[in-house]
């Protein structure tokens, strides 16, 4: 009959240990997720910066364009006398 209990803890100590080893292999593959998600936004941070700079250079050249040109600058004049 001790065998048979020795056997049965052997079992139980073996499922707790797959059990452990699965559960840290899953938090491993989550902060490897993480890493692989921060690192993304990162990414999209850098490049909305630089797309936000473009717009404001293209922007003030537009705004240059438009108070050079004739054509908007009789547009303004009406607007203003509405």
Known sequence: VCHADSDFGDLENQAE???KTRLIN???ELQHTLEDLSARVDAVKEE????KSENQVLGQ???NLMSASSVFQTTDTKSKRK
């Open 48 to 51: 909305n910066l630089k797309l």
């Open 61 to 63: 050249y537009i705004e």
């Open 17 to 19: 240990l797959e059990e």
């Open 26 to 28: 899953q938090v491993l």
